[in-house]
């Protein structure tokens, strides 16, 4: 019964793979299923409606928006502002209810079946949100306080609240010791040590392309539609593969829970920075409908006006369209999603560069889900995403060379087993494939680049004790390029009351990018870029003992150390070069693997809310990132990190405000380059170049006012100021200052 996607172009080696893994995966745990009950025929179940009202369990008012959903069955519904609710259930069975809010403890009830009607449902205050969900550091559903994997979350409220300017700014607020350093290639991602490359980004779990031969175009995600953003640091190649060596950011969007609801948001800046969201939704029983809209422009702003052929943040229009479809039922769940994006990129016309970059990116994602029992479910997927660039010039006409284009697909097929209560096994088959074109990037021997590779992935969750949980997995990867890998894992979690101690260990593998294999790009003065064949794969041991202390539902003190060692890491240099074309920058960049690279560090974060409408919340990061072959720090590594907020929230004036002030501050960074150079004596030398980057802080203050509510309607202000303090250096950051920015957002 399950339906495999092949690619027209997948070999019969790759085929064989699939198939493979597909009959594995089916035969396993099929045997186990004669001791489960069986399932209750669909036709057996009706239907009655239960109505009620979610209420504060120490002043009985009511908890607008709460969310109710009924387990196993799928579907839910969300309390007005009020707190008051209908949900249907079945008549001729008991009904488990989970309710979730904000702030409060998840509560689950189960209703006997002559319930009908006049329902209380009493939260407790909590916080801290411990019993938020989260699927990324296990691939199965926990609450963040029952994972052994230590998981970051950034939820809804937090987006709202703060009203970030774009992707880039919500992840440097908010994860510690994470930031962007933005160059010709594009905003790069550094984090305990390790840059773009060795950080996986996903959307519902899913794998986005890079741009060809760069990073991540971050401009395509929006904040207008996300549920959450679960962040996990350290080596996850056991579940995600390679690039996972570093960080998985896994933005986690929103479905429709009414019957119809939406929002319309407008959101204005400095340098006529306009930001239009819109999204409506539906749901009826078992089906949801969703369609999104975005759209952006930006005038963009120039730091160097002695350098009147280039800008600083060059001048921009995107727009995102977004449709997602679903249907469920007692057993099966299926939902899909398409979107498209389009996006321009201007250079001035002093500029010896193209006129334009368009870049346009489709992705469609497919997930099926079924519960043969409530013991044995099979999940399969297909993403895929696909980005295409075009260079333009206005004036000339270029041919075809100036495309390029990058494709990430995946196919997956995962069972979960529960043996018993305190079992869970999961197990799956994954194929990969990464498919690039670019002329002007790789020469004119062969200008489409690709990599795939075929995994079979296992993990065991294992509750020995009540306070006690052991996880362990592996993942064995056969690339097409590098042969094959074995990257296991290990975590454990130790819960004595109020504390909870967390270990674990990772292995991480990583192929180099089909940039540093293959290209052969110059960028005339901004630099040429030379793929090395020879490259050999990166493998890594991560480390990391994590302690958290919770008190009373208002404090909670976390502390992690960590070490990561990377062996044959891939590292770029500089090579002189002699008699450069005009209008070239006279060097090579190159790419060469480093014996090895030792990583430690340490985090810690309190979080703290002394009243409940008072949130406060601070963090620090130290990492110490040394090259062994050459005992230098690795280049753009800042060795301490801050981030802070305080929040300010409830009723202001009868209606719901807050106040939000938040900072960063960042050390020094000390950037070293190597270059090779030809001395008096025509021999090759290395010269060590040192850049020190001075340390600087970033704050931001924003305010937010709810005026007008009516059932679900609610009509929200917003304003603030990005770089309050305005500081502008640009041999430190390319931010452009001080800016006020406001947005009137209307939900429904």
């Given at each position: 019964?399950?339906?495999?996607?092949?690619?027209?172009?997948?070999?019969?080696?790759?085929?064989?793979?699939?198939?493979?893994?597909?009959?594995?995966?089916?035969?396993?745990?099929?045997?186990?299923?004669?001791?489960?009950?069986?399932?209750?025929?669909?036709?057996?179940?009706?239907?009655?409606?239960?109505?009620?009202?979610?209420?504060?369990?120490?002043?009985?008012?009511?908890?607008?928006?709460?969310?109710?959903?009924?387990?196993?069955?799928?579907?839910?519904?969300?309390?007005?502002?009020?707190?008051?609710?209908?949900?249907?259930?079945?008549?001729?069975?008991?009904?488990?209810?989970?309710?979730?809010?904000?702030?409060?403890?998840?509560?689950?009830?189960?209703?006997?079946?002559?319930?009908?009607?006049?329902?209380?449902?009493?939260?407790?205050?909590s916080?801290?949100?411990?019993?938020?969900?989260?699927v990324?550091?296990?691939?199965?559903?926990?609450?963040?306080?029952?994972?052994?994997?230590?998981?970051?979350?950034?939820?809804?409220?937090?987006?709202?609240?703060?009203?970030?300017?774009?992707?880039?700014?919500?992840?440097?607020?908010?994860?510690?010791?994470?930031?962007?350093n933005?160059?010709?290639?594009?905003?790069?991602?550094?984090?305990q040590?390790?840059?773009?490359?060795?950080?996986?980004?996903?959307?519902?779990?899913?794998?986005?392309?890079?741009?060809?031969g760069?990073?991540?175009?971050?401009?395509?995600?929006?904040?207008?539609?996300?549920?959450?953003i679960?962040?996990l640091?350290?080596?996850?190649?056991?579940?995600?593969?390679?690039?996972a060596?570093?960080?998985?950011?896994?933005?986690?969007?929103?479905?429709?829970?009414?019957?119809?609801?939406?929002?319309?948001?407008?959101?204005?800046?400095?340098?006529?920075?306009?930001?239009?969201?819109?999204?409506?939704?539906?749901?009826?029983?078992?089906?949801?409908?969703?369609?999104?809209?975005?759209?952006?422009?930006?005038?963009?702003?120039?730091?160097?006006?002695?350098?009147?052929?280039?800008?600083?943040?060059?001048?921009?229009?995107?727009?995102?369209?977004e449709?997602?479809?679903?249907?469920?039922?007692?057993?099966?769940?299926?939902?899909?999603?398409?979107?498209?994006?389009?996006?321009?990129?201007?250079?001035?016309?002093?500029?010896?560069?193209?006129?334009?970059?368009?870049?346009?990116?489709?992705?469609?994602?497919?997930?099926?889900?079924?519960?043969?029992?409530?013991?044995?479910?099979?999940?399969?997927?297909?993403?895929?995403?696909?980005?295409?660039?075009?260079?333009?010039?206005?004036?000339?006409?270029?041919?075809?060379?100036?495309?390029?284009?990058?494709?990430?697909?995946?196919?997956?097929?995962?069972?979960?087993?529960?043996?018993?209560?305190n079992l869970?096994?999961?197990?799956?088959?994954?194929?990969?494939?990464?498919?690039?074109?670019?002329?002007?990037?790789?020469?004119?021997?062969?200008?489409?680049?690709?990599?795939?590779?075929?995994?079979?992935?296992?993990?065991?969750?294992?509750?020995?004790?009540?306070?006690?949980?052991?996880?362990?997995?592996?993942?064995?990867?056969?690339?097409?390029?590098?042969?094959?890998?074995?990257?296991?894992?290990?975590?454990?979690?130790?819960?004595?009351g109020?504390?909870?101690?967390?270990?674990?260990?990772?292995?991480?593998?990583?192929?180099?990018?089909?940039?540093?294999?293959?290209?052969?790009?110059?960028?005339?003065?901004?630099?040429?870029?030379?793929?090395?064949?020879?490259?050999?794969?990166?493998?890594?041991?991560?480390?990391?003992?994590?302690?958290?202390?919770?008190?009373?539902?208002?404090?909670?003190?976390?502390?992690?150390?960590?070490?990561?060692?990377?062996?044959?890491?891939?590292?770029?240099?500089?090579?002189?070069?002699?008699?450069?074309?005009?209008?070239?920058?006279?060097?090579?960049l190159?790419?060469?693997?480093?014996?090895?690279?030792?990583?430690?560090?340490?985090?810690?974060?309190?979080?703290?809310?002394?009243?409940?409408a008072?949130?406060?919340?601070?963090?620090y990061?130290?990492?110490?990132?040394?090259?062994k072959?050459?005992?230098?720090?690795?280049?753009?590594?800042?060795?301490?990190?801050?981030?802070?907020?305080?929040?300010?929230?409830?009723?202001?004036?009868?209606?719901?405000?807050?106040?939000?002030?938040?900072?960063?501050?960042?050390?020094?960074?000390?950037?070293?380059?190597?270059?090779?150079?030809?001395?008096d004596?025509?021999?090759?030398?290395?010269?060590?170049?040192?850049?020190?980057?001075?340390?600087?802080?970033?704050?931001?203050?924003?305010?937010?006012?709810?005026?007008?509510?009516?059932?679900?309607?609610?009509?929200?202000?917003?304003?603030?100021?990005?770089?309050?303090?305005?500081?502008?250096?640009?041999?430190?950051?390319?931010?452009?200052?001080?800016?006020?920015?406001?947005?009137?957002?209307l939900?429904?």
């Amino acid at each position: 019964m399950g339906v495999v996607f092949i690619q027209q172009n997948i070999d019969m080696k790759k085929f064989l793979w699939v198939i493979g893994g597909v009959l594995m995966l089916w035969g396993i745990p099929l045997s186990g299923q004669q001791s489960v009950a069986p399932e209750i025929p669909e036709s057996a179940v009706r239907m009655t409606k239960v109505s009620g009202q979610v209420v504060d369990e120490n002043t009985g008012d009511g908890i607008p928006l709460a969310t109710i959903s009924v387990t196993g069955l799928g579907w839910g519904t969300v309390c007005d502002m009020k707190g008051y609710f209908k949900v249907e259930v079945p008549v001729n069975q008991p009904a488990e209810l989970t309710v979730r809010s904000v702030g409060y403890e998840t509560k689950t009830l189960v209703l006997e079946s002559d319930v009908t009607g006049n329902l209380v449902v009493r939260l407790k205050k909590s916080l801290l949100n411990l019993d938020e969900v989260t699927v990324t550091g296990t691939r199965t559903e926990k609450t963040v306080a029952e994972t052994p994997v230590m998981t970051r979350i950034v939820p809804s409220e937090v987006l709202q609240r703060n009203d970030f300017e774009s992707m880039i700014d919500v992840l440097e607020y908010n994860i510690p010791g994470l930031r962007f350093n933005t160059d010709p290639r594009g905003n790069n991602i550094q984090v305990q040590g390790l840059e773009n490359s060795y950080i996986l980004i996903l959307v519902d779990g899913e794998r986005l392309s890079t741009t060809p031969g760069g990073p991540i175009d971050f401009d395509r995600l929006t904040t207008s539609n996300i549920r959450k953003i679960e962040v996990l640091k350290g080596a996850a190649s056991a579940l995600y593969g390679s690039s996972a060596m570093g960080m998985v950011i896994n933005i986690i969007t929103d479905t429709p829970k009414r019957p119809i609801e939406g929002w319309a948001k407008v959101r204005y800046g400095k340098n006529n920075d306009l930001q239009l969201d819109a999204g409506v939704g539906m749901k009826y029983k078992g089906f949801y409908a969703q369609t999104l809209f975005n759209r952006t422009s930006s005038d963009g702003y120039d730091l160097t006006p002695e350098t009147p052929e280039s800008f600083t943040e060059n001048p921009s229009h995107n727009m995102s369209i977004e449709e997602k479809l679903g249907w469920n039922n007692q057993h099966s769940r299926v939902t899909v999603k398409g979107s498209l994006y389009w996006g321009e990129v201007e250079n001035p016309w002093e500029s010896t560069a193209p006129t334009h970059y368009r870049s346009l990116t489709k992705t469609l994602q497919v997930n099926a889900e079924h519960a043969f029992n409530d013991r044995y479910k099979l999940y399969g997927t297909y993403a895929g995403d696909f980005y295409t660039r075009k260079t333009v010039y206005d004036f000339l006409d270029i041919p075809d060379s100036t495309n390029a284009w990058s494709h990430e697909q995946t196919v997956r097929l995962v069972d979960e087993f529960k043996p018993w209560e305190n079992l869970v096994i999961v197990k799956g088959f994954e194929w990969n494939g990464t498919k690039n074109y670019n002329k002007m990037q790789y020469g004119k021997e062969k200008t489409t680049r690709n990599m795939d590779d075929a995994n079979l992935f296992a993990q065991v969750d294992w509750m020995i004790f009540d306070d006690l949980e052991v996880i362990g997995g592996f993942r064995y990867t056969h690339n097409s390029e590098f042969g094959s890998a074995f990257t296991p894992k290990v975590n454990v979690m130790y819960s004595p009351g109020s504390f909870k101690i967390r270990a674990g260990y990772s292995r991480g593998f990583k192929t180099p990018g089909l940039t540093e294999l293959y290209s052969d790009f110059n960028m005339g003065s901004v630099s040429h870029n030379i793929g090395n064949p020879d490259l050999k794969a990166e493998h890594s041991d991560y480390f990391s003992v994590s302690g958290e202390y919770t008190w009373q539902g208002r404090l909670m003190l976390t502390a992690e150390v960590y070490q990561n060692t990377v062996d044959n890491k891939i590292n770029s240099y500089n090579v002189d070069i002699e008699d450069p074309e005009p209008g070239e920058l006279g060097t090579e960049l190159r790419y060469e693997n480093v014996k090895g690279v030792r990583i430690r560090g340490a985090e810690a974060t309190a979080t703290y809310y002394p009243v409940s409408a008072l949130l406060l919340r601070a963090s620090y990061a130290f990492c110490d990132a040394l090259n062994k072959e050459t005992g230098l720090q690795l280049s753009g590594n800042s060795k301490h990190a801050m981030n802070w907020t305080a929040s300010l929230h409830g009723k202001l004036l009868k209606h719901e405000g807050a106040v939000t002030l938040s900072g960063r501050w960042d050390s020094k960074r000390i950037s070293k380059s190597r270059r090779t150079e030809t001395d008096d004596f025509g021999q090759d030398v290395e010269v060590i170049t040192t850049r020190t980057k001075p340390g600087y802080t970033m704050w931001k203050l924003t305010a937010q006012y709810t005026p007008w509510t009516w059932k679900y309607m609610r009509l929200s202000v917003t304003g603030g100021v990005d770089n309050l303090f305005d500081f502008v250096d640009t041999s430190i950051t390319y931010d452009p200052g001080r800016r006020f920015f406001g947005s009137l957002i209307l939900r429904f």
